[in-house]
């Protein structure tokens, strides 16, 4: 047992049994439905019975799942019929029968249970869903079969399927195995135990999709020799005197056990079990004669490299290749996101015709993870902004960027954001989240924050709590994604109503983070100088975890369009003062004489996310604003700034305060929220908060500016009050030329919209010689 536990088991969820079944009963010519492509099913998954499993679905030349959101028994009943039993005696949700790979094609599906067909039912659409793999229905069929029905879905004594595969490690520096592991003998879980794969004929296309699985870009070259003494069988006594303290093998004695042979993989497939390979019958023992284990050896991609060598090169290559020309936005975990690429200068999305796991593949891999284990369609991680680049992406898969892959240019007509391609994509286990977990909470999804430390070698980890000094909107963002529970909802700092742990020592503080990171650890903190004024457990951090999150942006065209100036008289500002919208320099003024010269433009703030955006305060705490006539929720909601080129502020707007409302909404989208009537406030999805240029506050006071050349600059949510998925995209910035007397506004864009070089000229901008904008 203990040889077994040296290595972390890497599992990665495949594909499922190759086993193809017909549509159990012709659906008779009439005019009820036109004829579509033919449909197939299969049952999938482990471990099941031969009348059970993840329901599969092969349309448009594609095996996909079905969603478990709404299902019935109804719905059972149909598709056990097309997999040629009488009937349903149950169904299983959230992907009991493990996580399918590839598209969701059914989802909220609705049958009554007598339909001959599944497009009889009512369903989203082919391809339009909501949902995670990890929300794949299942069925049980009543085991008693459809007269004449013929059928090859039958689970052999012997198995016929390819469910988990790991890299099993031979190497290592020390009891405790370095994550990842990229180097080790490939396995297949066979029944309750693992089994090893017979290297004859194996090539480099296979080792590229192992690789792929595990999270890693690409493959290398492995030395044979050195694996074929690992696999022999050695007397134990042997296993520490006769090797190294820096390189080890587990060379314990071990029954190899040879389940697959002849594998044949093209390169291009995201698992292993798309490609063609036998299974040994019978007893294996002697299968494999003149061979060993198959053998991988993979190249971690930037984030997961370990060697300072191996990250030097990689800088290297980076500074020579310069700016990225692919990213991911909007996703919760590393390696998921809205793939959006450069082109011009400028970012952009991609639309989801034709997208699918080869071209979401090619993507995964320029980024420095595996394959992709979901093409998402539907903009699935949020909608973008700003250009739709590309469309009817079609890649083979072999291409080293998504750039090198035929597309078609995008016309105005053919897409839009609702349409944004995204990927899902394999990477590395690091075990992350074996280091934190949340006690106390009403859900899995919130707690007290406890994490391990002290887990050396052979050493068991010490659990204890995080000091909530500090701890914020950022910090919880990065504990939500080392837990694998999304996005965070709240960041808190006293835990007192989830005292339920008997962990009760703080063993970290001061953490810090930028929000990307993929551990706390990762985070700044204090290490072992420990240094927290409250250490009483109620002082805990805590988070609340989502699973979706809101995503708000500037529309800076907006501004652009409506930027003016106004000299207004000091009496109509008696009510801005109170609400200290004015420079300071204003008290000084001989009120109610004068005037104060005021830049005003529109404010236009969409929520893009996929979540509504809600005020972190409770309505007890909304203060009641007279000049505006309602209550808001937020105390500092955006920043107004002028700045000089070098960065300077030379005038703030102090439009902090803010009401949230629904002023108006996309096509199918209902106002949720209005100021009125000390109503719930907050954005919906798909909808806008609009603050005109003409109301009290919604100007910055530039009265003591003088005349040159500035940046508007405008950041929403700058505290990181609320959580949303993306902060980068919160500054808008815009040129100015002020020439004392009028102001051109120009060149206004969301801070992460433009290419590293564009941004560059934007900040060394000169200014304008005449008022002519080219």
Known sequence: ??????????????????????????????????????????????????????????????????????????????????????????????????????????????????????????????????????????????????????????????????????????????????????????????????????????????????????????????????????????????????????????????????????????????????????????????????????????????????????????????????????????????????????????????????????????????????SAKEALTGARMGQGTGPIHLNEVQCRGTEKSLWNCPFRNITQEDCKHTEDAAVRCNVPYMGYENLIRLSGGRSRFEGRVEVAVGAGDGDQPRWGLVCGEGWGTLEAMVACRQLGLGFANHGLQETWYWDASNVTEMVMSGVKCAGHEMSLSHCQHHGASLSCRNTGTRFAAGVICSETASDLLLHAPLVQETAYIEDRPLHMLYCAAEENCLASSARLANWPYGHRRLLRFSSQIHNRGRADFRPKAGRHSWVWHECHRHYHSMDIFTHYDILTPNGTKVAEGHKASFCLEDTECEEDVAKRYECANFGEQGITVGCWDLYRHDIDCQWIDITDVKPGNYILQVVINPNFEVAESDFTNNAMKCNCKYDGHRIWVHSCHIGDALSEEANKRFEQYPGQLNNQIS
Request: hydrophobic share 30%.
């Open 1 to 370: 047992m203990g040889g077994t536990r040296a290595w972390p088991e890497l599992l990665v969820l495949l594909g499922s049994a190759w086993l193809w079944v017909g549509s159990a009963q012709p659906t008779p010519p009439g005019p009820t439905r036109p004829a579509g492509p033919q449909l197939r099913f299969r049952l999938a998954g482990y471990p099941r019975k031969h009348n059970e499993g993840r329901v599969e679905v092969f349309y448009n030349d594609e095996w996909g799942t079905v969603c478990d959101d709404d299902f019935t028994l109804g719905n059972a009943h149909v598709l056990c019929r097309h997999l040629g039993f009488v009937a349903a005696t149950g169904w299983a949700h959230s992907a009991k029968y493990g996580k399918g790979v590839g598209r969701i094609w059914l989802d909220n599906v609705n049958c009554a249970g007598n339909e001959k067909d599944i497009r009889d039912c009512k369903h989203r659409g082919w391809g339009n869903s909501d949902c995670s793999h990890e929300e794949d229905a299942g069925v049980v069929c009543k085991d008693e079969r459809i007269p004449g029905f013929k059928d090859s879905n039958v689970i052999e004594t012997e198995q016929s399927h390819v469910e988990e595969v790991r890299l099993r490690p031979v190497v290592s520096g020390g009891r405790r195995q370095q994550l990842p592991v990229t180097e080790g003998i490939v396995e297949v879980r066979y029944r309750d135990s693992w089994a090893q794969i017979c290297d004859q004929g194996w090539d480099s296309h296979n080792s590229r999709v192992v690789c792929g699985m595990m999270g890693f870009p690409a493959e290398k070259k492995v030395n044979r020799n050195f694996y074929k003494l690992a696999s022999k069988s050695q007397p134990k006594q042997k296993r520490r005197e006769d090797v190294g303290p820096k390189k080890r093998l587990f060379t314990e004695r071990q029954q190899l056990n040879y389940r697959l042979h002849s594998v044949s993989c093209t390169g291009t497939e995201v698992h292993l079990s798309m490609c063609s390979f036998e299974f040994y019958r019978g007893n294996s023992s002697a299968a494999c004669g003149s061979g060993m284990p198959a053998v991988v050896s993979c190249v971690p991609g930037p984030l997961f490299s370990t060697g300072s060598a191996h990250k030097k090169k990689q800088r290297q290559q980076q500074q020579q290749q310069g700016q990225p020309r692919i990213r991911l936005k909007g996703g919760a975990r590393v390696g998921e996101g809205r793939v959006e690429v450069l082109r011009s200068s400028e970012w952009g999305t991609v639309c989801d015709d034709r997208w699918n796991l080869q071209s979401a593949s090619v993507v995964c891999r320029e980024l420095g993870f595996g």
